[in-house]
């Protein structure tokens, strides 16, 4: 009898384009970067992936967690998975190649002995798990392939008519159908249409707006804050495809949802918590959110304090302006910071933070806080640099600070 041939099989990584709502999680999650993008699809390196799973929970939809075995030589190579529209279908394996013995594979990645790193926290920045007081979520009621119908009941422009951010509040009532949400949640839309190339939209991710139990109390609906996408992120002109499409959406008009996302970007639901807010632009949505549950159940006695830093370029570009300012001071300490003032110098949202450090060093120091960073990208970092600085210049050493928020589901990062 000969011997039997060793063959290299593969445990292959693969992201289902049907469910994707490319939001970019996993990209940033991959602490060796075997992930990337192109203007279709979202891909998984097969000779860099090891198969450590760090990008695996984080993912909103689950579309991250699918495997194909296959033989090494024959592994998906990225540009084939660029062009596809479905996963493929799991293929039989030439056992007999690998004579009478049993085909080994590891679960993960292969049948070479690839040492598999731990749980990537040093590159997760922000926790992967919800405060433990949280409500449960549903998530993925509604599939690209099975999406509900929401119709719109309102739509207006909440920024100043003078600036060209046009950034709209968007109500969609869904009727008799269910769509239970939690503030922090987001839903897909499907705008209608295709690409030049001939293939469907995908589906863009929007943080909800309104509170568990509607925009309107005891109504079946949800508000989107949106913003008409007219640059690209270099500045050059262009059209953002669903978010002009939201925009321009008059009332009756009646669009696909796909949803709801989201299981840890969750607010605490005990009333002593603390919430300590950071957002730019439309990141405001998911504080919106909160803020309003929290406004609408004010128990009595509860001792949980809301703090929300709110930046933006200039006052007419801050969406909520107006009721935001309106909300008594003993129930929110809102920090507004503006970058474009004319005549006035530049102003983050981490500057305002370091003006209230001893404020938000009494947060940190308290086990009930919960922190939320929403809005554009490039805030990150300068966030997480005041909030060192901040607790550091009270004695208390970030990084193991850092840590045990994010273990403890108490610091969330979106940022987009
Ligand atoms: P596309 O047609 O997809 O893109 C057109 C061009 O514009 C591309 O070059 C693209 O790179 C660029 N571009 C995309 N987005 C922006 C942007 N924001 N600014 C500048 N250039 C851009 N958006 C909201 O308005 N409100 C929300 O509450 C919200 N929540 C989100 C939550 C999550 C978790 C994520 C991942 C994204 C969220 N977004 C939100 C962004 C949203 O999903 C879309 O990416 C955005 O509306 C642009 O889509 P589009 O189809 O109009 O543009």
């Known amino acids: ?34 992930i990337t993008h192109d203007a279709n699809n979202y891909v998984v390196k097969a ?26 030589e024959d592994a998906y190579a990225i540009d084939a998975q660029f062009t596809w529209d479905v996963l493929p279908e799991e293929r039989a394996l030439p056992v007999s190649e690998a004579g009478s013995d049993t085909v080994p594979v590891v ?16 590159t997760v920045r922000g926790s992967i798990v919800p405060p433990w007081s949280a409500a449960k979520p549903y998530v993925n009621l509604y599939t690209h392939k099975a999406p509900t119908r929401a119709t719109v009941v309102g739509n207006y422009r909440l920024t100043d008519a003078t600036t060209d951010s046009a950034i709209h509040h968007i109500v969609l009532d869904f009727g008799a159908t269910p769509f239970p949400v939690l503030e922090g949640q987001s839903i897909g839309i499907l705008p209608p249409g295709a690409t030049a190339d ?30 008409r996408v007219l640059q690209d992120h270099a500045g050059n002109p262009t059209a ?24 840890t970007f969750l607010m605490p639901n005990h009333p002593n918590s603390h919430l300590l ?27 949980g304090k809301l703090m929300l830093f709110f930046g933006a370029r ?33 102003r983050y949202v981490q500057d305002a933070m370091r003006e209230r450090a001893p404020d938000v060093a009494q947060l940190l120091k308290d086990d009930n806080t919960h922190i939320y960073v929403c809005g554009l990208k490039g805030m990150e970092d300068g966030v997480l640099q005041a909030l060192k600085e901040i607790a550091e210049a009270q004695g208390m050493p970030w990084d193991p600070l850092w840590e045990r928020l994010r273990m403890e589901g108490r610091l969330h990062l979106e940022t987009y």
């Open 1 to 34: 009898m000969s011997a039997p041939v060793s063959i290299d099989i593969l445990k292959q990584h693969l992201i289902d384009p049907e469910i994707c709502i490319r939001c970019n999680t996993c990209e940033e999650t991959c602490p060796i970067d075997a």
């Open 47 to 72: 000779d860099v992936c090891n198969g450590c799973m760090a990008c695996v929970p984080p993912c909103p939809t689950g579309a991250i967690d699918n495997w194909r075995t296959v033989r090494r």
């Open 107 to 122: 679960a993960g990645e292969t049948d070479k002995a690839i040492p598999v790193p731990g749980p990537a926290t040093d």
């Open 198 to 227: 001939g293939r469907v939209h995908h589906a863009r991710q929007y943080s909800i707006a309104s509170p568990r139990d509607g925009e309107r109390p005891g109504y079946n609906n949800v508000s989107l804050t949106v913003k």
């Open 240 to 263: 953002g495809v669903c978010s002009n499409y939201l925009c321009d959406l008059k009332k009756g008009d009646v669009v696909s949802v796909i949803g709801p996302f989201g299981g």
């Open 277 to 303: 807010m950071i957002c730019t632009g439309t990141g405001s949505a998911p504080m919106r959110a909160m803020t309003e549950y929290r406004r609408r159940r004010r128990l009595k006695g509860a001792t």
């Open 314 to 346: 200039t006052k007419e570009e801050l969406p909520y302006f107006g009721p935001l300012t309106n909300l008594p001071k003993d129930f929110i300490d809102t920090n507004l910071a503006f970058s474009r003032t004319p005549k006035q110098p530049k």
